[in-house]
């Protein structure tokens, strides 16, 4: 497992964040007794809206006194999850990224409008195969 991930329960009274577990499709991790504990413990089947998910890095987002669990994702699985939580524009920005390879587009151009989108370096560096020195030099 390559990240990390939470799953979290939102109350009736708390705005929708995250990505409901649903629309992620099929997490390795759903398949463990520690989730399948959590949630029987919690009373909720994986498929209810209430049941959410976001990247590690997002873990800002999850409302205050939420319940939580940390869950390993695979690189794959975190993408689909990053991919369901972010905004529609970095989505669209990721899958530029991810075809940067086969296009003459402006690396420099692409790897700014990214990061000013949001999108962590890291991240950038991972979707387009720079070397993460490279971005640092397309910031300055």
Same mark, same amino acid.
């Given at each position: 497992?390559a990240?990390e991930a939470?799953?979290f329960l %939102?109350d009736?009274? =708390?705005?929708?964040?995250?990505a409901?577990?649903a629309a992620?499709?099929?997490?390795e991790?759903?398949g463990?007794?520690a989730v399948?504990?959590?949630? =029987? #413990?919690?009373g909720?089947?994986?498929?209810s809206?209430r049941?959410?998910?976001?990247p590690?890095? +997002?873990?800002?987002?999850v &409302?205050?006194g939420?319940e /939580?669990?940390p869950? &390993? %994702?695979s690189?794959e699985?975190?993408? /689909?999850? /990053?991919?369901?939580c972010a905004? /529609?524009s970095v989505?669209d920005?990721?899958?530029?990224?991810? @075809?940067? @390879?086969?296009? +003459? =587009?402006?690396?420099r151009a692409?790897?700014?409008r +990214?990061?000013?989108?949001?999108i962590p #370096?890291? @991240?950038?560096a991972r %979707?387009?195969?720079?070397?993460?020195?490279?971005?640092?030099?397309?910031?300055?």
């Open positions: 497992m990240d939470f799953l %939102l009736d009274r =708390q705005p929708l964040s995250g409901p577990l992620v499709g099929t997490l991790c759903t463990t007794p399948h504990g959590w949630l =029987q #413990a919690h909720v089947p994986a498929t809206e049941v959410r998910v976001v590690g890095d +997002a873990e800002g987002v &409302p205050e939420a /939580r669990l869950v &390993p %994702l690189e699985e975190a993408s /689909r999850v /990053r991919r369901e905004p /529609r989505t920005l990721e899958y530029e990224l991810l @075809r940067f @390879r086969e296009t +003459a =587009q402006d690396v692409l790897v700014q +990214a990061l000013t989108a949001g #370096a890291p @991240r950038v %979707l387009t195969g720079l070397d993460p020195r490279e971005i640092g030099r397309f910031t300055g």
